[in-house]
Nanobody, 127 residues
Framework: QVQLVESGGGLVQPGGSLRLSCAASERTLGPYAMGWFRQTPEKAREFVASISRSGTVTYYADSVNGRFTISRDNAENTVYLQMNSLKAEDTAVYYC????????????????????WGQGTQVTVSS
C-alpha cells in the first residue's frame, strides 16, 4: 500500500482549467499503475483516467477524453490530471488511486482493481 495525497482542487468557472496532483509519501510511485476517479453525492464513483507504470499508455473516460490529460513524473513521485474546458458536470471530489503491477504497460479502469486511494480533492465548476 502507498499513501496518496491529492491537491490542486478548487473553484473554477466553466471553460477554465485546473491541474490536480497526486503525490506519494514514503514510497516511490514507480511500481504502480495510477488512476483518477471522481464522485458526487448523487452518483457512484466514476472512472476518469488511468496511466501505466511507464507513462506511455493512458486511457480516458469518454466524458473527459480530449479535455483531460493524465501524466506522471516518477522522479517526483507525482501523478497529474490536467483538466481543460471544464464543465459544470465535472464538479466532483476527485480521487487518485494506485495499483502495484509488474507490467510497465498495464492500466486499470475498475475501481476494484486499485488498492490504495487518496483522501480526495474537491473540484467545483461554477460561474
Amino acid at each position: 500500500q502507498v499513501q496518496l495525497v491529492e491537491s490542486g482542487g478548487g473553484l473554477v468557472q466553466p471553460g477554465g482549467s485546473l491541474r490536480l496532483s497526486c503525490a506519494a509519501s514514503e514510497r516511490t510511485l514507480g511500481p504502480y499503475a495510477m488512476g483518477w476517479f471522481r464522485q458526487t453525492p448523487e452518483k457512484a464513483r466514476e472512472f476518469v483516467a488511468s496511466i501505466s507504470r511507464s507513462g506511455t499508455v493512458t486511457y480516458y473516460a469518454d466524458s473527459v477524453n480530449g479535455r483531460f490529460t493524465i501524466s506522471r513524473d516518477n522522479a517526483e513521485n507525482t501523478v497529474y490530471l490536467q483538466m481543460n474546458s471544464l464543465k459544470a458536470e465535472d464538479t466532483a471530489v476527485y480521487y487518485c488511486a494506485a495499483r502495484m503491477t509488474y507490467s510497465r504497460e498495464t492500466y486499470y479502469v475498475a475501481g476494484n482493481d486499485y488498492r490504495s486511494w487518496g483522501q480526495g480533492t474537491q473540484v467545483t465548476v461554477s460561474s
